[in-house]
Each structure stands twice: as C-alpha cells, then as structure tokens.
C-alpha cells in the first residue's frame, strides 16, 4: 500500500477553479491506478476521475466531464485534479485514492485500497 496526502481544498466562488495535489509515498506508485472521489454530505462517496497508470487513460464522471482534468507525474508521484467553472453541487470533501492495475481506470471505490484523509472543496453561489 501507499500513503496519501490530499491538498488544495478550500473555498471558491461559482465559476472559480481549485487544483488538488494528492501526494503519494511508496516506491511502487507508477504501479497504482489513481482516482479522486468526494463525498457530500449525507450521499454516498462518489467516482470523478481515474486515470491509468501511464497516464494514457482517463475516466471522468458526466457531471465533471469538461470541467475536471486529471493528471499524474510518476517522476514527482503526485496526482493532481485542476477543476474550473466550479457549481456549488461540487461542494464536497475530496478523497485522493490508489488502486492496483487490474484495469485501466477503476470507478469502483471498493477496488481501490488506499485512501487519504480528504480535502474540503466547498464552492459558494
């Protein structure tokens, strides 16, 4: 397994951007499928993006395809996730995650086994 850091939340005005950094610890990083998931209150924690682990293959939910983009720097082992034109129903905690590479990108949160600890991404209207 890896470690997980999550960073970049914060508070935003509709239309606005943020850029989360997830950094990740474990020499078997380029090994992982990453994705970002959030959470609102009282919802169950939702997919919004996976990317592959050469990078070559992304995964976007419907409601961010667009709007979202991510990307990862195996050389740095950070997974980063620039989001613009923000909504205030992004408002959400965001969760970095790692999975192993059985697919190109993983949706499901089960299949992935690590977790960070969140950031909040909170987008006012």
């Known amino acids: 397994q890896v470690q997980l850091v999550e960073s970049g939340g914060g508070l935003v005005q509709a239309g606005g951007s943020l850029r989360l950094s997830c950094a990740v610890s474990g020499r078997t990083y380029s090994t992982y499928v990453m994705g970002w998931f959030r959470q609102a209150p009282g919802k169950e924690r939702e997919v919004v993006s996976s990317i592959s682990r050469n990078g070559e293959n992304t995964y976007y939910a419907d409601s961010v395809k667009g709007r979202f983009t991510i990307s990862r720097g195996n050389a740095k082992n950070t997974v980063d996730l620039q989001m613009n034109s923000l909504k205030p129903e992004d408002t959400a905690v965001y969760y970095c995650?790692?999975?192993?590479?059985?697919?190109?990108?993983?949706?499901?949160?089960?299949?992935?086994?690590?977790w960070g600890k969140g950031t909040q991404v909170t987008v006012s209207s």
């Open positions: 995650a790692a999975g192993p590479g059985f697919r190109p990108v993983l949706t499901n949160p089960g299949d992935f086994n690590s």
